[in-house]
């Protein structure tokens, strides 16, 4: 039987052989494409040579992509574990066509490579070709039928429609008619009841897609339409763990070797053993094996968990998992971060950056469990108040607020609310779920035209480096709207505008139509090309246009650019060689550098960190820009980045050969003295294992420096120019302390007769001794200060005390645990439901002990009486 690997190079060594040049996968964190968070197909990183933006360095490719699906178009995270053909990532093997071979070529060798190298039973294999569209004016894909007659039985082809087998990268872009091989896993006995033929596209889970043949044809465009391609191109993908499935004859994808070091590992672990069964805990088993390898391979690639856009997908991915192992395999500390070396280990000699970054990545996978099941823990809390609060079920706002605020899934609810023989309203959580939806999707709403060409396939040129005016002419353009404003996206033929990348902003500058001046306010890439955001449209837009960089910008921007190299270096030499760069912003007002790094950086650590650098400047070192061989340049000690897709030729800068070797197409001085002086002016954490720090150099440097000087002309000033200033301030703070100790002792003074008033206003109801009124104290502290000394001198009690504190109301509640107990009071509800509303505010607390604030303090009167009307309603002690 093949191993994964083997089944893997046997894939590559058989395209290598008809002439494919192997290429490595590209990250799966996709930058520069709007219209993609994560690579979620082989052909993401030849997206510009299917458009014709860019021309390809070779015809024929072949690879192993990583891919990502859980976000738009392709999202199958809730079938992940449930089944187990479904992943979140998974490698698609793929062999490409850039112009040259097409349909007869693709699908002769898919088939040899199946049949005679792979060896897989012709009579299990299916084939569906298109059957055409006349809505959408598609003729039936009469070459690959002709062509797949000739080597299957007619019996064994369908036909599919438009769903099935026209693929379509997304709502606009490159797409075509698709054929498709499917594989028959099932027994014997029940292929000879029903023909494979007809469970082909239906979900079945033993006749499943293996590969999938694209024939890139057309372009679609915004309105709907399709426009052919300037040529024809072949899109291969084979699922890589669908493959290995079948040539090891498991009835899972998690039975095979690509999985089953992780499940072993995942079983010593916890002490719970996988029994392939459709069981809660076996689901747990393979989404643990699935998750991990989506949450590993991003964030080694670059893509840190957080609350927003990709990082948010990782993170919910990561609470998944952890949310399976904690309920389903009752483990409840970090898991995770165990399985990385596992995986590591597996992976070396394919996509190597994990094992590069074990360490580092297991910290932020570790930091990430330890995170949620700190929360986990709160929203069981919380679930336990909504089920005491909702005897009836639950409804969906409350199991939208499970979801949303300690990250409960739908399913987690509903488990726990049946357990407790409780139903949950499902139609009301979607509600809300889609009004979150509506919400973000309105904010964040793009509108895009398309484009309009004056030449056709004509890509654009960057010249900036050497130069910051040109002539040129604008080749295309589109209209976009967004949150209501309209702008306009000019490509130029040449430009000298850096387009945002990298971490450096774009250029900002002018384009000249005949006299007409259009303001370009950023510049930005889109894959490869380039695009100037302008807020209008020249009036005349044919002829030679002039565009001109902001020079004095782009100068300070390469001041930081070069600057955050000299960091960089700095960094290493002073911290060690574990720090990486985790993301950069450069401008030209600051610099900020992302780095792993598992402890704040010392002060003493700041100050050599910043001497190093500034010892850099002072030698004026010429800032060396050269382009090479990516193999060279990393043979010579160039530093990559992770996450980053280099092309073959790239630049390096280097600035002192024994100090700073990088690759990178940002922009640069020409010597480090440029910088004048460098100044570290913040250093923070920003995620697991990433630390932040931000900088300034050249005129920034200046800037802020006049700022620090006219801050400390203001403080000598408001210590009348003292001769010593470091005096003045140590005397000043030293007396306000001890003003604030006498201030404090007055007031504690004051709070002892505030509290003998109020025990002479205690009264019965009910058999509760009730104390409600409104005092004089100058914060909300006191009134908390207060309901503790009445505690120690009061039984069976009620407390509510109001005060009027610079015209805003505060309230606290303070109950003693025997009413508690014997009367179900609580102060946190009795602040929610009784106070809040009248003084328009909020607050929260234990049952004992609650406080609120709020914005009407005319109504403080009304909530001592409502406090009151709740122990008048109760039922009086017998007797």
Known sequence: ??????????????????????????????????????????????????????????????????????????????????????????????????????????????????????????????????????????????????????????????????????????????????????????????????????????????????????????????????????????????????????????????????????????????????????????????????????????????????????????????????????????????????????????????????????????????????????????????????????????????????????????????????????????????????????????????????????????SSVFVGYDQLEVETKLIRYRKVTAKGKEAYQLVLATTPFYAESGGQVGDTGILSFEGEEIRIVDTKKENDLIIHVAEKLPVNISGIVRARVDQVRRQHIAVHHSATHLLHAALRAVLGAHVAQKGSLVNAEQLRFDFSHFAKVGEDELLRIEALVNDKIRQNWPVLIREMAKEEAVAMGAMALFGEKYADLVRVVTIDPAYSIELCGGTHVKATGELGYFKIVGESAVAAGVRRMEAVAGVAFSAWLTEQVNQLDAVKQAFRNPKELGKSIDAALAENLQLKKQLESLENRALVGIRNELLAKDEIINGITFIGDIVEVGNADALKKLCFDLKNNLNDYLVVLAANIGGKPSVAISIADTVVAAHGLDAGKLIKEKVAPLIKGGGGGQKNLATAGGQEAGNLPAVIEAIRAVLNGLVPPVG
């Open 1 to 458: 039987m093949l191993t994964s690997a083997e089944i893997r190079k046997a894939f590559l060594d058989f395209f290598a052989s008809k002439g494919h040049t192997i290429v490595p996968s590209a990250p799966i964190v996709v930058k520069n494409d709007p219209t993609l968070m994560f690579t979620n197909a082989g052909m993401n990183q030849f997206k510009d040579y299917f458009l014709g933006n860019k021309k390809a360095p070779f015809t024929r490719v072949a690879d192993t992509q990583k891919c990502l699906r859980v976000s738009g178009k392709h999202n199958d995270l809730e079938e992940v574990g449930v089944d187990t053909y479904h992943h979140t990532m998974f490698e698609m093997l793929g062999n490409w066509s850039f112009g040259d071979y097409f349909k007869k070529e693709a699908i002769e060798w898919s088939w040899e490579l199946l049949t005679d190298i792979y060896k897989i039973p012709k009579d299990r294999l299916y084939v569906t070709v298109f059957e055409g569209d006349p809505a959408e004016n598609l003729p039936p894909s009469t070459i690959a039928l002709a062509k797949w007659k000739e080597l299957v039985a007619e019996d064994h082809i369908v036909y599919g429609n438009k769903k099935d087998n026209f693929w379509e990268m997304g709502d606009t872009g490159p797409c075509g008619p698709c054929s498709e091989v499917h594989v028959d896993c099932r027994p014997d006995a029940e292929r000879a009841l029903v023909p494979g033929r007809e469970l082909v596209n239906k979900d079945h889970p033993q006749v499943i897609e293996i590969w999938n043949n694209v024939f890139i044809q057309y372009n679609r465009k915004k309105d709907g339409s399709l426009e052919p391609l300037p040529s024809t191109h072949v899109d291969t993908g084979m699922g890589f763990e669908r493959l290995v499935r079948v040539l090891q004859g498991k009835p899972s994808n998690y039975d095979t070797d690509v999985f089953t070091g992780t499940i072993a590992a995942t079983e010593k672990i916890t002490g719970k053993t996988y029994g392939f069964s459709d069981n809660r805990a076996d689901i747990a088993f393979r989404v643990i094996a699935d998750h991990i390898r989506a949450i590993g391979f991003t964030i080694a690639d670059g893509q840190l968990p957080s609350n927003t856009g990709a990082g948010y997908v990782i993170r919910r991915i990561l609470r998944r998992a952890v949310r399976y192992y904690y309920s389903y395999l009752d483990y409840k500390q970090p898991l995770l971060f165990q399985l990385i070396p596992v995986l590591a280990k597996q992976f070396e000699t394919v996509f190597p950056e994990l094992a590069q970054q074990q360490d580092f990545v297991c910290k932020v996978v570790k930091e990430e469990e330890d995170a949620f099941l700190r929360t986990l823990e709160k929203g069981l809390k919380k679930m336990d108040d909504i089920i005491a609060g909702s005897p009836s079920g639950i409804n969906g706002a409350a199991a939208f607020e499970l979801y949303d605020t300690y990250g409960f899934p739908l399913d987690l609810t509903m488990l726990i609310a049946r357990e407790n023989k409780l139903e949950v309203d499902e139609e009301g959580f979607k509600k809300e779920m889609q009004e979150q939806k509506d919400r973000s999707r309105a904010a964040t709403a793009v509108d895009t035209e398309d484009w309009v060409s004056f030449q056709d396939n004509q």
